[in-house]
């Protein structure tokens, strides 16, 4: 909803039809090879059994408080956030056969390999490496499969004049773009408050607290940055804030306090309206 809000009508099927094919593609090969890839047993660098899981296998990667297939099914939606960052980055100029490739190596071979080095017992983690529900590992994994991805692509046809300047593209649906932000700002309280890996409402209540703060401070920040700058309102950043407020608070939430948590809205909403 987010992404086919912000790009053009004549793509918002496109987009549906990518981020859709992201999920069901995606649940496919990290049940086969990915989640083997993210918390099987092998080496610091990647894993090296637990394909295709079924009932019975055992692998020292998941809790033990946990099912296998519930452990499983969490992260295999985290998977599939990282693959749909990038659809994001490339909307509108990328071809769907090359999407569904480079979706196909990053959920089953890029992003877990990446996972298993900070949660699955892998180089980062024996560092002390602390990421609690993928700041790192989601985010800044698909971020960077993003920005690799628009820097192979380049501009939308049509972005930039004769002059070098820029043409305006809005977005054609704010009120849908809006609403898949505040579904994901909701989403959001699943994911990190889920990261618990236990059933303790004190733990997942702070998690969820500091959350929500860091994601409304992000929304005020970006929109009043803006504000100052050109003297204009612009949703479409307050609503990129809350979602870096989100993104930022995502790999500590479980031991930043509530008043520091707005400041690491403001400060990732900040650096995100630089970014753009």
């Given at each position: 909803?987010?992404?086919?809000?912000?790009?053009?009508?004549k793509?918002?099927?496109?987009?549906?039809?990518?981020?859709?094919?992201?999920?069901?593609?995606?649940?496919l090969?990290?049940?086969?090879?990915?989640?083997?890839f993210?918390?099987g047993?092998?080496?610091?660098?990647v894993?090296l059994?637990?394909?295709?899981?079924?009932?019975?296998?055992?692998?020292?990667?998941?809790?033990?408080?946990?099912?296998l297939?519930?452990?499983?099914?969490?992260q295999?939606?985290?998977?599939?956030?990282?693959?749909?960052?990038?659809?994001?980055a490339v909307?509108?100029?990328?071809?769907?056969?090359?999407?569904v490739?480079?979706?196909?190596v990053?959920?089953?071979?890029v992003?877990?390999?990446?996972?298993?080095?900070?949660?699955?017992?892998?180089?980062?983690s024996?560092?002390?490496?602390?990421?609690?529900a993928?700041?790192t590992v989601?985010?800044?994994?698909?971020?960077?499969?993003a920005?690799?991805?628009a820097?192979?692509?380049?501009?939308?046809?049509?972005?930039?004049?004769k002059?070098?300047?820029?043409?305006?593209?809005?977005?054609?649906?704010?009120?849908?773009?809006?609403?898949?932000?505040l579904?994901?700002?909701?989403?959001?309280?699943?994911?990190n408050?889920?990261?618990?890996?236990?059933?303790?409402p004190?733990?997942?209540?702070?998690v969820i607290?500091?959350?929500n703060?860091?994601?409304?401070?992000?929304?005020?920040?970006?929109?009043f940055?803006?504000?100052?700058r050109?003297?204009?309102?612009?949703?479409?950043?307050?609503?990129?804030g809350?979602?870096?407020g989100?993104?930022?608070?995502?790999?500590?939430?479980?031991?930043?306090?509530?008043?520091e948590?707005?400041?690491?809205?403001?400060?990732?909403?900040?650096?995100a309206?630089?970014?753009?």
């Amino acid at each position: 909803l987010v992404e086919s809000g912000f790009c053009r009508r004549k793509n918002a099927v496109m987009v549906l039809l990518k981020n859709v094919g992201v999920v069901a593609l995606g649940s496919l090969l990290f049940y086969a090879v990915g989640f083997g890839f993210m918390f099987g047993d092998g080496n610091a660098v990647v894993g090296l059994s637990g394909f295709f899981p079924g009932d019975d296998t055992v692998l020292a990667g998941v809790p033990k408080n946990l099912p296998l297939f519930v452990f499983l099914f969490f992260q295999l939606v985290f998977a599939a956030t990282a693959a749909t960052i990038v659809s994001g980055a490339v909307a509108e100029r990328a071809r769907l056969g090359t999407f569904v490739v480079f979706t196909a190596v990053a959920v089953a071979v890029v992003y877990p390999i990446v996972g298993h080095w900070v949660w699955g017992g892998g180089w980062l983690s024996t560092l002390g490496f602390h990421d609690f529900a993928g700041s790192t590992v989601v985010h800044a994994v698909g971020g960077a499969m993003a920005l690799t991805g628009a820097a192979i692509v380049g501009a939308r046809r049509g972005k930039y004049k004769k002059d070098g300047s820029v043409r305006p593209m809005p977005a054609h649906n704010f009120p849908l773009a809006a609403l898949g932000v505040l579904i994901l700002w909701l989403g959001w309280f699943g994911f990190n408050g889920g990261s618990t890996l236990a059933a303790d409402p004190k733990a997942i209540g702070r998690v969820i607290l500091v959350t929500n703060l860091s994601a409304a401070a992000g929304f005020l920040a970006a929109t009043f940055h803006v504000r100052l700058r050109t003297g204009m309102l612009d949703l479409s950043m307050g609503l990129n804030g809350a979602l870096a407020g989100l993104v930022g608070i995502t790999a500590g939430c479980d031991v930043i306090a509530p008043g520091e948590s707005m400041l690491v809205g403001v400060l990732a909403a900040l650096a995100a309206g630089g970014g753009v």
